[in-house]
C-alpha cells in the first residue's frame, strides 16, 4: 500500500504510525527489513519511488527473508522474488503470483518529513 | 592377523584389493600376477595402440599391500593353506581368492602357432602385434565379436588392409540379429574392412621364411596377410582350480555360489574364471560386482551376486551397436533405414505391450529411452515408438521423476502442459512447483515443452525479446552500462528476478567495476548482494578462496578460530575449500575483516563466476606425478576468480593420467602429460553428468592459458542464462568451437584474449571492497531501524558438536 505524503501536517495527530528509516536510507529497488512491534515489516522502494511494506516471512521457506529478494514487474504490477525458491508476491496485494491461494500480509506505509514510517493497524 | 592370498593380477583382482583397501581391511594381503607388470585396465586395451601408454592404462597400487610380479601359480595344498608359485615359492594363506581371469580361445586350425599368428588380450600381445605391423600390408581377425571388432579397429589403425572372418553367419552375433548383422557389416565394410561371414579357416599358411602369408577359406579362396590375430572368444582359466580338486563346470569356470565362494569356504573366485548359476561373464561390470561382493563377505558381510544384466552398448569402428533385455520375444517390430544404416529391432510381449528387449545399430537412442521399459508397458505401439521416434517425452516414463526437489514426476509436468495450455517454464514452475527449488531440472523443463510441441521463446523474460548472448552483444557493442539504460531502450517494464541478475553478471564480465557499485548493487540477488551464500533459515555461508586447495597450517587455524569465535558450522567442500554456516547479515563483514587481515579473499561460492580450480598434490610430491599441478591450479585459480559468467565455473588439475582431481567432471579440466597439459572442457557433475572433451594436447603452459582465455570469455559471450559449459557445447558443436578456439575461424580470439586480459588486471577483492566503503557497509543489517539486533526468527542447537539452524515449523500455506 503506498502513501506518498511529503505534506502531511506534522501537527495531525496520528496512532500507530512507527518511524523506522529515512527515505534516503532506502535504495531504489532493494528492499530492507524493519522490526515493527516485534513484526518484520519488509520496505521496499521502487524505481518511480514508490514505498511498499509487506511480511518479511517467505511462507514458502518460513524464512524471514523477503526484504532481499529482487525488485521487479510483472506487467504493471510491482513484484519482489523470494530469495529462497523464487515465488513472485505483489507488493501491492501481498499475494503470490505464481500460486494466488498464498498471500503475505501488507502494512501501511510513507513519508512523513524525509522518514518512513510503518502502520501496522 | 589374516592372510589374504589373491592369485591373478588383473582388473577384477584389483577392483577386489582396492574395495577392501578402501573398506579397511586390516588383515595382510598378498597378491600373486602372472605378468611382468601390475593390473592395468583391459577394457582401454585398444587405446594402447592409439597413443596411451603402459602406465596410462596401470590401475595404481595400493599402499599397504604385497604384490609379486612374474608370479605364477602352479598349486594350491587346500590341506595345508600355501599356494605354490613356478619357481618354488611358497604362500601361505588364511583366505584365498582365484582371479585367474581367462584367456583367448584359439581354434585348432593348422597353421595357428606360425609366426605372425597372435591373441588380442594383454599389453604384450598388443606390443607383439605392433611389432610384427611394421612390415606387413594386410592383417587378418578371426572372430566377429565385439573384440574381434575391436581388434580389427586396432590392425586398421596401424595401416593394415583388415578383414574380419566371422564363423557365425553375421557380425556380433551375441548382440545383435542377422538383419542388425547386415548391416552392421555394411557400415564395416564402407570403412574398407573386407567382412568374410558363415567362413571357417581351412588353414593359415606360411611364406618362404615360415611366416604367415595367408588364410585359406573352406571354399579354398585365400586371403593374403602377415598378421592374424585371433578374437574367437575366451575360455575361462580354471586349470589352476582343476588340479587342486575344487568344483568346475562341465564347460569350464570355477563354480562359485552367490557369495562368491568355490566348493572349499576358504577359497573364493571371481571374474571372467568363475561360473555362476550356469553362466560365464566376459564383461567388466558383473566382473566388478564379483569383486565387490567377494569383498563383502570377506569383511564379514552378506553381499550377494545375483545373475547380471548384460545390456550392452558400444561404439565399435564409429557405429553405435547396442543390445538391452531379451534377444526373442513372442513379437518383434523392426526399423531399417538402409541410407543411413539404422536397424531398431524391438521384442515384445504377445499383446505388444510389454517391452522385452532390443537391438539397435547405427543409431542406439531406443537404448536410453527405451531400455527403462524393459518388463513394462511400453508408452504407445511399438512400431509408432520405431519409426516416428515415439511420442513426445517417450525418453523417461511419466512417473520417472524430474523434479526431485519437489517430488514431480514427467507425467504431471506433461499433463500440467497439455491440460492447463502451457507455454514457458516460469508457468511451469508456478503450476508444478518442479524447477523452483535447485533449478537444475530447468533445461529438462524445457525439453518437455519442445516435445510438447511448445515453441519455445528465446526471450530470457517478459521484459527482453532477446535471449542471453544476444543481450551481451547489444551490452557490448553498444556499451552500454547500466540496466537502466538497457531495459529503456531494448526492453520493458523493470525486470525481474531472471534479467537483473543476467544482466547484472553480462556488466560484471565486461567489467563495470564492483557488483554493489550506484545501480548495479540492486540487480543483484540475495547471495552476490550479501557476497555470501543465503541457507534454508535465512543465514549466510562464507567460503573464503583457498586456490588449488592449498592452504597454510596458519591460515587454517585462522578458518578455525573464526569458526568458533563466531559459532559457524563448518564443513569441507567438494572444491577443496571449507565453508563456514550460520552467519547473520550484521556478522558478515565482522568475519571477512578477521578473514581478510589473515590473507584471504572472497572464494565467489555465491557467485555466478569461477568457484575453485582443484588440484592433486602433482609432481612436487607424488612419485606418480609428471607436472606441478597444484602450482597451475593456483595460478589458473589467481588468473580467472572473479570472472563473472552465464553459471557457475568449476575447474581441475591432475598431475598424471590417475586424474585424482577429477579433472574431465570439470567445465575446464586440465591433465598433466610427459610432454605438458592436456585440455578437456565442458565437464560436469551434478544433475546431468558429463564427461569433459578433449580439446586440445600436449599444450605449453602458455599455450594452455590462451586456449582457456579464449574459451571462457567465446562461453560467456555466447551461452544462454544458467547454461553450463556442458549443454553449451553440446549445442554449439565441439567442432565449431574448436575451430572458433583453435583456429580462430571468426576472427574474434585477440578480442576475447584483449577481455580476458582486462578482467585479471582489473580484478578486486569483493569482500576487501566492502570493508572499505563505510556506505556499502551499512547495507549489512537485519533491520534497519534496529542495526544492532540480531534476527530473532533465527535460533540454532547442537548436532554432532557443531550448530543446525532450529526450523521455524511451517503451516501449510495453501488452500
Given at each position: ?121 | ?47 594402447y595402440l592409439t597413443g596411451k601408454t603402459a602406465e596410462d592404462l596401470t590401475y ?390 519442445i516435445k510438447s510441441g511448445v515453441e519455445v521463446s528465446k526471450a530470457l523474460c ?278 572458433v578456439i583453435l583456429e580462430d575461424s571468426l576472427g574474434i580470439c585477440a578480442e ?64
Amino acid at each position: 500500500m503506498t502513501v506518498l505524503s511529503e505534506n502531511l501536517s506534522a501537527g495531525l495527530e496520528e496512532t500507530g504510525w512507527t518511524r523506522v528509516c529515512a527515505y534516503a536510507d532506502l535504495m531504489p529497488e532493494r528492499g530492507a527489513c524493519a522490526l515493527v512491534d516485534g513484526h518484520q515489516v519488509a520496505l521496499f522502494r521502487t524505481f518511480d519511488g514508490g514505498l511498499y511494506a509487506i511480511g518479511n516471512r517467505d511462507p514458502f521457506s518460513g524464512a524471514y527473508v523477503l526484504s532481499r529478494g529482487i525488485v521487479g514487474t510483472r506487467g504493471n504490477e510491482p513484484t519482489v522474488a523470494s530469495p529462497m525458491h523464487k515465488e513472485v508476491f505483489s507488493l501491492v496485494t501481498g499475494v503470490c503470483l505464481d500460486d494466488p491461494a498464498v498471500s503475505v500480509p501488507t502494512y501501511r506505509i510513507r513519508v512523513a518529513a524525509g522518514t518512513v514510517e510503518v502502520s501496522l493497524a | 592377523m589374516t592372510r589374504l592370498v589373491v592369485v591373478g593380477h588383473g582388473p577384477t583382482a584389483y577392483r577386489l584389493i582396492e574395495t577392501l583397501v578402501d573398506r579397511g581391511f586390516d588383515g595382510r594381503i598378498t597378491v600373486l600376477g602372472e605378468e611382468p607388470r601390475p593390473a592395468y585396465d583391459r577394457v582401454a586395451l585398444t587405446s594402447y595402440l592409439t597413443g596411451k601408454t603402459a602406465e596410462d592404462l596401470t590401475y595404481p597400487v595400493p599402499d599397504g599391500i604385497t604384490l609379486s610380479l612374474n608370479a605364477r601359480v602352479t598349486g594350491i595344498d587346500r590341506e595345508a593353506g600355501v599356494v605354490t608359485t613356478a619357481d618354488g615359492h611358497a604362500e601361505p594363506y588364511d583366505v584365498l581368492v582365484l582371479a585367474t581371469g581367462s584367456s583367448p580361445f584359439v581354434p585348432p586350425v593348422p597353421g595357428k602357432d606360425l609366426d605372425g599368428c597372435f591373441v588380442y588380450r594383454t599389453i604384450d600381445d598388443l606390443d607383439a602385434i605392433r611389432e610384427a605391423s611394421r612390415g606387413a600390408t594386410a592383417g587378418i581377425v578371426i572372430g566377429g565379436g565385439l573384440l574381434g571388432l575391436e581388434a580389427a579397429d586396432a590392425l586398421r589403425g596401424l595401416g593394415l588392409e583388415t578383414h574380419v572372418v566371422e564363423m557365425g553367419g553375421w557380425l556380433m552375433p551375441r548382440q545383435v540379429d542377422e538383419g542388425g548383422g547386415a548391416v552392421l557389416r555394411g557400415h564395416i565394410e564402407a570403412l574398407g574392412l573386407g567382412v568374410h561371414t558363415g567362413a571357417g579357416v581351412k588353414e593359415i599358411v606360411a611364406g618362404p621364411e615360415g611366416r604367415v602369408s595367408g588364410l585359406v577359406k573352406p571354399d579354398g579362396e585365400t586371403i593374403e596377410a602377415q598378421v592374424v590375430v585371433f578374437s574367437a572368444g575366451v575360455r575361462p582359466r580354471d586349470e589352476l582350480a582343476r588340479s587342486s580338486g575344487l568344483a568346475v563346470g562341465e564347460r569350464g569356470g570355477i563354480v562359485v555360489d552367490d557369495g562368491m565362494r568355490t566348493s572349499d569356504p576358504a577359497i573364493y573366485a571371481i571374474g571372467e574364471c568363475v561360473l555362476h548359476d550356469g553362466m560365464v561373464y566376459g564383461l567388466v561390470g558383473p566382473c566388478f560386482t564379483m569383486a565387490e561382493v567377494a569383498a563383502d563377505r570377506i569383511l564379514g558381510g552378506e553381499g550377494a551376486f545375483a545373475r547380471a544384466d548384460m545390456s550392452t552398448k558400444l561404439k565399435l569402428l564409429g557405429v553405435e551397436v547396442a543390445q538391452f533385455g531379451a534377444m526373442d520375444g513372442a513379437l518383434d517390430v523392426t526399423f531399417m533405414d538402409p541410407v543411413t544404416g539404422v536397424y531398431q529391432k524391438l521384442f515384445v510381449s504377445d499383446d505388444a505391450r510389454t517391452l522385452l528387449g532390443g537391438i539397435c545399430v547405427g543409431d542406439a537412442t531406443p537404448y536410453n529411452s527405451l531400455k527403462p521399459f524393459v518388463g513394462r508397458e511400453l508408452p504407445g505401439s511399438p512400431s509408432e515408438l520405431l519409426f516416428t521416434g515415439g511420442p513426445a517425452n517417450m525418453d523417461l516414463p511419466d512417473d520417472a521423476q524430474v523434479c526431485s526437489c519437489n517430488n514431480v514426476t514427467k507425467g504431471q509436468i506433461c499433463s500440467a502442459i497439455a491440460d492447463k495450455g502451457l507455454t514457458d517454464v516460469a508457468e511451469i514452475k508456478s503450476c508444478t512447483r518442479a524447477g523452483t527449488a535447485c533449478g537444475s531440472c530447468v533445461p529438462m523443463l524445457k525439453q518437455l515443452l519442445i516435445k510438447s510441441g511448445v515453441e519455445v521463446s528465446k526471450a530470457l523474460c517478459e521484459h527482453f525479446a532477446y535471449s542471453r548472448a544476444e543481450l551481451f552483444d547489444i551490452v557490448r557493442v553498444r556499451g552500454i552500462t547500466t540496466f537502466s539504460q538497457l531495459i529503456s531502450e531494448h526492453g520493458a517494464g523493470r525486470g525481474c528476478d531472471v534479467c537483473k541478475p543476467t544482466v547484472a553478471s553480462i556488466l560484471a564480465s565486461l567489467g563495470n567495476g564492483h557488483i554493489l557499485d550506484g545501480e548495479q548493487a540492486a540487480l543483484q540477488d540475495t547471495n552476490d548482494h550479501f557476497l555470501a551464500n543465503i541457507q534454508r533459515n535465512g543465514t549466510y555461508s562464507v567460503v573464503p578462496r583457498i586456490p588449488g586447495g592449498e592452504i597454510t597450517p596458519d591460515k587454517l587455524i585462522v578458518i578455525g578460530e573464526v569458526a568458533r569465535d563466531f559459532g559457524l558450522y563448518t564443513k569441507i567442500t567438494g572444491g577443496q575449500r571449507i565453508d563456514l554456516f550460520g552467519a547473520r547479515v550484521e556478522q558478515l563483514p565482522l568475519i571477512w575483516k578477521r578473514l581478510v587481515d589473515a590473507g584471504f579473499e572472497s572464494g565467489h561460492a555465491y557467485g555466478k563466476a569461477l568457484r575453485t580450480v582443484k588440484s592433486c598434490v602433482g609432481s612436487t610430491w607424488c612419485r606418480y606425478g609428471v607436472q606441478d599441478s597444484v602450482g597451475l591450479a593456483v595460478a589458473l585459480e589467481l588468473r580467472y576468480r572473479g570472472l563473472r559468467s552465464p553459471h557457475k565455473l568449476k575447474s581441475a588439475v591432475s598431475g598424471c593420467a590417475r586424474e585424482c582431481a577429477e579433472a574431465r567432471g570439470k567445465d575446464f579440466g586440465i591433465i598433466a602429460t610427459e610432454q605438458g597439459w592436456n585440455l578437456y572442457v565442458g565437464g560436469n557433475g551434478g544433475f546431468t553428468p558429463r564427461h569433459a572433451d578433449l580439446f586440445a594436447s600436449d599444450l605449453s603452459t602458455d599455450e594452455l592459458i590462451r586456449i582457456i582465455d579464449r574459451f571462457l570469455m567465446f562461453y560467456i559471450r555466447t551461452a544462454d542464462r544458467l547454461q553450463r559449459t556442458s549443454v553449451w557445447l553440446e549445442n554449439q558443436g565441439l567442432d565449431y568451437v574448436k575451430e572458433v578456439i583453435l583456429e580462430d575461424s571468426l576472427g574474434i580470439c585477440a578480442e576475447l584474449e584483449a577481455q580476458m586480459e582486462r578482467h585479471v588486471a582489473g580484478y578486486a577483492d569483493e569482500w576487501r571492497a566492502v570493508l572499505d566503503d563505510p556506505d556499502r557497509l551499512r547495507r549489512f543489517v537485519s533491520f534497519v531501524n534496529a542495526p544492532g539486533t540480531p534476527d530473532p526468527s533465527i535460533a540454532f542447537e547442537p548436532e554432532r558438536e557443531q550448530v543446525k539452524p532450529v526450523l521455524i515449523p511451517l503451516e501449510p500455506v495453501r488452500a
